[in-house]
């Protein structure tokens, strides 16, 4: 299995789940949460950094931070993951 489970949103109900996983041979992080579709927010990530066709922003919740922090420390300390 590549993709290892790290944190969700315990607000999650049903199909809405932000969450965090992890590539366990790049290291990558994968983000699931709800795809930006605003005109304006685009235009700011696509001024600020661009976007590829293949690329979307994802917008996680607020509550998800202090979660989100502890996970990478986490990862940074585990010898299994590049």
């Known amino acids: 299995m590549r993709l290892r489970f790290l944190v969700i949103d315990p607000n999650t ?5 932000p969450a ?6 790049t290291g990558d992080l994968v983000f ?3 795809t930006i579709d ?14 590829s066709p293949s690329e979307s922003g994802v917008r996680i919740p607020r509550r998800m931070r202090k979660l989100i922090l502890e996970k990478l420390r986490e ?3 585990d010898p299994t993951i590049p």
């Not at 109900?13 to 789940?17: I, S």
């Not at 965090?20 to 041979?25: P, R």
């Not at 605003?38 to 976007?51: F, K, N, R, V």
């Open 13 to 17: 109900e049903g199909d809405h789940c």
């Open 20 to 25: 965090m996983q992890v590539d366990e041979e």
């Open 32 to 34: 699931v949460g709800e």
């Open 38 to 51: 605003d005109a304006d927010d685009i235009a700011q990530l696509q001024a600020s950094s661009g976007i």
């Open 75 to 77: 990862l940074e300390e």
